[in-house]
């Protein structure tokens, strides 16, 4: 897409970090927005700071008919959408044989069907508009490298790339205009480190040990992480050029080599370097 200006972005997990980021980004852009998160408080303060041409719908992206009603109204309300950015996520760590169905059924509920949500809701009606088009999805460097303490993150970051690859393929087969990026970030200051602010009362469990250990290193790395804005633009970039892969750091680029390499040798690839 070579023109924003006068386009509408939908973009969720908008209260905060990389999500406030991109509503900003798109508002300095010339474009009307829909805002979505489960904060309320967050979502209304990033709305005042885009300017006139936002609405917002608190949603839980995991939750299907609420991803419906976000569609509705934003097609409703604002006659199209031209950029979907499925930005929602949180972070749940520790070991894979530590990590409960409760922390499995958090992470993939936003991670990966928040993403197959705005998918299935959005996706049909932006292809019948007939007109230029581009999907956004957070997925994270987790989803093209694994590492120990990130188990359910990793899990479902792998997943929502495997979703964005597939959708972006079947796109191109049927010859649609719209097109979609797999946003790869490593650390950005975020408050991802915090997500259990916003876990569901009824998916809560007790924290072990390797999970809090996990945090430890999250945090460290979000404190030595590239501002959210940087993140904004090299999205807004990827849109124009229609780049379907966006690393925000690029020693990644050398990291997914190495890692081929290693694993057509059948060994198992060295730890990332999040940071």
Excluded at 236 to 256: D, K, M
Aim: charged residues 20%.
């Amino acid at each position: 897409m070579r023109e924003l200006s006068g386009k509408v972005a939908v973009v969720t997990g908008a209260a905060s970090g990389i999500g406030r980021a991109l509503a900003l980004r798109f508002a300095q852009e010339g474009m009307a927005l829909m805002l979505a998160d489960v904060d309320p408080g967050g979502l209304a303060e990033t709305a005042s700071m885009a300017g006139p041409k936002v609405l917002t719908q608190i949603t839980d992206v995991s939750d299907g008919m609420a991803v419906q009603h976000l569609a509705n109204r934003a097609f409703g309300e604002l006659g199209a959408v031209h950029v979907l950015c499925n930005n929602a996520g949180v972070f749940q760590g520790g070991h894979m044989w530590t990590r409960t169905p409760e922390d499995f059924t958090w992470t993939l509920g936003v991670n990966l069907w928040g993403v197959l949500h705005g998918i299935h809701h959005f996706v049909p009606r932006m292809i019948e508009q007939d007109t230029e088009g581009h999907i956004v999805n957070t997925v994270s460097v987790a989803g093209l490298f694994a590492a120990p303490y990130m188990a359910g993150y990793t899990v479902s970051k792998f997943a929502a790339f495997a979703a964005s690859l597939s959708l972006a393929q079947d796109l191109a087969l049927t010859g649609s205009k719209l097109r979609v990026t797999a946003l790869c970030p490593g650390a950005v200051r975020t408050r991802i480190n915090r997500s259990e602010r916003v876990r569901p009362a009824d998916l809560t469990v007790a924290r072990t040990r390797d999970d809090l250990e996990s945090l430890d290193i999250i945090d460290s790395a979000l404190t030595k992480g590239i501002d959210p804005a940087r993140v904004a633009d090299l999205v807004v970039q990827a849109v124009h050029e229609e780049r379907f892969l966006v690393l925000t750091h690029p020693e990644y680029a050398g990291g997914l080599r190495h890692q081929v390499e290693v694993l057509l040798s059948g060994g198992l690839p060295p730890l990332p370097d999040y940071e």
